[in-house]
């Protein structure tokens, strides 16, 4: 499997301020012809481990394929975190794909200035936008990001609010960081999206 480029089909990753964004498959919220919607939500949940196990591998492969190279891996953090939890489900994944790629992981670099309401229950873009405005704030200026690649991680994308929300609060800080952004899967609502992948 192969990493594919989100930013030349969907400009709001352009606007979020990424150099590039990437994703292995797409998230299909009804009516995925193949198994790969149903695998993703269970990788959110981690409701299978060696599903888990193996979508980790499958992603780990993909970026050493890809040769990218990153300085710095961060992720998103869940709607409820304010500071990055070492229970989150998706921080083995994380550190993982730091670990394999020989990028620093930089848990603490973003905290939340309170717990946000779950994107997908917010009906509008504006809405999404509201919800996330000025809520992180850099916690660890020990490095310094200008003229560094740093991936942001997350497990499924739809508006990409969140990450550019990120990116925004980065780039206050480090105006020459490069942010580029890794999700699982891009939310798509047509049926055989992931077919042939």
Request: glycine share 2%; proline share 3%.
């Amino acid at each position: 499997m192969e990493l594919k480029t989100l930013s030349n089909k969907h400009l709001q990753y352009k606007a979020a301020g990424l150099e590039e964004a990437y994703h292995l498959v797409y998230y299909i919220p009804q009516g995925d012809t193949t198994t790969w919607t149903a695998r993703v939500a269970r990788f959110k949940n981690r409701a299978d481990e060696e599903d888990f196990q193996l979508i980790k591998s499958m992603t780990i492969e993909a970026f050493i394929n890809s040769r990218l190279t990153f300085d710095y891996v961060i992720r998103v953090l869940g709607h409820n975190e304010t500071v990055p939890l070492k229970s989150a489900k998706i921080r083995e994944y994380v550190y993982d794909i730091a670990s394999a790629i020989g990028a620093k992981y930089l848990p603490q670099l973003l905290n939340k200035t309170r717990s946000t309401a779950a994107l997908h229950t917010l009906p509008t873009l504006l809405d999404r936008q509201k919800e996330m405005k000025n809520v992180f704030f850099i916690k660890n200026r020990d490095e310094n990001l200008n003229n560094k690649n740093i991936l942001i991680i997350d497990d499924i994308t739809t508006s990409c609010t969140t990450v550019a929300e990120m990116v925004r609060t980065i780039k206050a800080e480090w105006p020459d960081a490069k942010c580029y952004l890794f999700c699982l899967a891009r939310t798509n609502h047509e049926m055989n999206a992931n077919v042939n992948l």
